[in-house]
């Protein structure tokens, strides 16, 4: 039989052996890691941070572009011979909390943190860009390795999109694939699922208008306040009693202002929450189903409601023949019992989404349950209080290695199916 052009080339080590070399790397990866973690920026513009991860790619033989509208970084790995193009990205972005971990590396920035591990996925793909660019004449075809700002909300993934990160080897990426470290797994675990793996979110806003007066005599009046906590009520059951037991959506309210003193009843109050779902068109119904009750409502008590819905991140959808591959890679580089499917989806959300709707692709969580914790007990991702067990920032390298070495050598699903 003639072995397939992708075959061609040869197969690379992507056995235990790329995890001791990954372990060899880890030293320079972790300290990188708290370099970032002592620096945490926010939102698109990270100038410091753009400037430690091209400082760590500098003299591995990169094609390097940045960002116009963001301080991304974009770097192309060529192989020895022509192949297709395998994608890695890491999230840059810190959030707006407060550390309260107490570690000797926390932040110094003054109510900033990377509380969502973000610090350790850069130092997991510059730790892997490294292994893979030392072993470039067993590569056939292309990496892109995609550092990616504005993962907090600000559609950062989108962004780059736009500006040609899929096209940034000079053809379309065939796949893509992205690790996200969790503190709420056992150490060293890759999980995924095939399919919805994380929610769409969604924010919405709900301004009721009546009729202020004082506050001794409400029948003056046409009160705002008890509407605003009807429509918070009406809306809670409309996804509990309207989406199939099988169908998930989350509607939270999370926050609910009105009023200006005591004494006095406000002319208007307001509300505002997040909405999740995993489907699309239960995405698109709720939407709808937000603005009418909100108007019902508030139509029944002789005041009027506006709602407004800000679209954020899409479903974020694993391709199965990706998640497949993806769980015999980690298999065969990390141990059998490390892979595993992941049994329910997340309500949390992802801009990586913007990636997999574009390209074949997974994204897996890591397992990072800090030491002296078990994983219901460690602080979860966006607390102050998160931390994160080191050493599985080896087993991040060998992972995000061995998927991009495995698939260029013919052992993933075939590009462009």
């Known amino acids: 039989m003639t072995p397939s052009p992708r075959a061609a080339h040869g197969t690379p080590d992507t056995g235990p052996a790329l995890l001791d070399e990954a372990r060899r790397l880890a030293p320079g990866a972790v300290a990188l890691r708290r370099a970032l973690h002592r620096g945490p920026e926010q939102g698109l513009d990270l100038p410091a941070t753009q400037r430690l991860v091209l400082d760590a790619l500098d003299g591995l033989g990169l094609r390097i572009r940045t960002g116009?509208?963001?301080?991304?970084?974009?770097?192309?790995l060529d192989g020895a011979a022509g192949g297709p193009t395998v994608l890695l990205r890491a999230d840059m972005d810190a959030l707006p909390v407060t550390e309260a971990t107490g570690l000797p590396f926390a932040s110094g920035n003054p109510g900033l943190m990377h509380a969502c591990g973000h610090d350790a996925h850069m130092a997991m793909l510059v730790g892997a860009t490294r292994l893979l660019a030392g072993r470039r004449d067993a590569l056939a075809g292309r990496v892109v390795f995609m550092f990616q700002p504005g993962e907090e909300g600000e559609h950062g993934a989108r962004h780059m999109i736009e500006e040609g990160v899929l096209e940034a080897s000079g053809a379309r990426a065939d796949a893509a694939f992205a690790l996200h470290v969790h503190p709420n797994l056992p150490a060293g675990a890759v999980r995924l699922r095939p399919g919805p793996q994380m929610a769409?979110?969604?924010?919405?806003?709900?301004?009721?208008?009546?009729?202020?007066g004082h506050a001794s005599a409400p029948h003056t009046a046409c009160d705002p306040v008890p509407v605003a906590c009807e429509i918070v009520l009406a809306l809670q059951t409309a996804v509990t009693r309207g989406v199939a037991a099988d169908d998930s959506?989350?509607?939270?309210?999370t926050r609910l202002t009105a009023g200006t003193?005591?004494?006095?009843?406000?002319?208007?109050?307001?509300?505002?929450?997040?909405?999740?779902?995993?489907?699309?068109?239960?995405?698109?119904r709720l939407h709808e189903v937000i603005a009418r009750v909100a108007r019902g409502v508030a139509a029944a008590h002789g005041a009027t409601a506006e709602a407004t819905v800000e679209t954020g991140y899409p479903v974020t959808v694993n391709d199965a023949d990706f998640t497949?591959?993806?769980?015999?890679?980690?298999?065969?580089?990390?141990?059998?019992?490390a892979a595993g499917v992941l049994p329910?989806?997340?309500?949390t959300a992802e801009d990586?989404?913007?990636?997999?709707?574009?390209?074949?692709?997974a994204l897996a969580f890591l397992g990072a349950c800090p030491p002296g914790r078990t994983p219901d007990e460690a602080p979860s991702l966006h607390s102050s209080r998160m931390e994160i067990d080191e050493d599985v920032i080896a087993t991040g390298i060998a992972c995000e290695a061995a998927v991009a070495l495995s698939f260029l050598a013919g052992g993933g699903p075939e590009p462009g199916r």
């Not at 116009?68 to 192309?76: G, N």
């Not at 959506?249 to 309210?253: D, E, M």
């Not at 497949?324 to 019992?337: E, H, I, N, S």
């Open 200 to 212: 769409a979110s969604d924010r919405f806003r709900v301004v009721v208008r009546g009729r202020g």
């Open 324 to 337: 497949r591959f993806v769980l015999r890679t980690a298999a065969g580089t990390l141990g059998p019992d």
């Open 352 to 361: 990586f989404s913007y990636v997999l709707r574009a390209v074949p692709g």
């Open 68 to 76: 116009r509208a963001l301080s991304s970084v974009t770097a192309t």
């Open 344 to 347: 329910a989806p997340y309500m």
């Open 261 to 284: 003193a005591p004494g006095v009843i406000p002319d208007t109050a307001e509300l505002a929450g997040t909405l999740r779902t995993l489907a699309e068109p239960t995405r698109r």
């Open 249 to 253: 959506a989350v509607l939270s309210v």
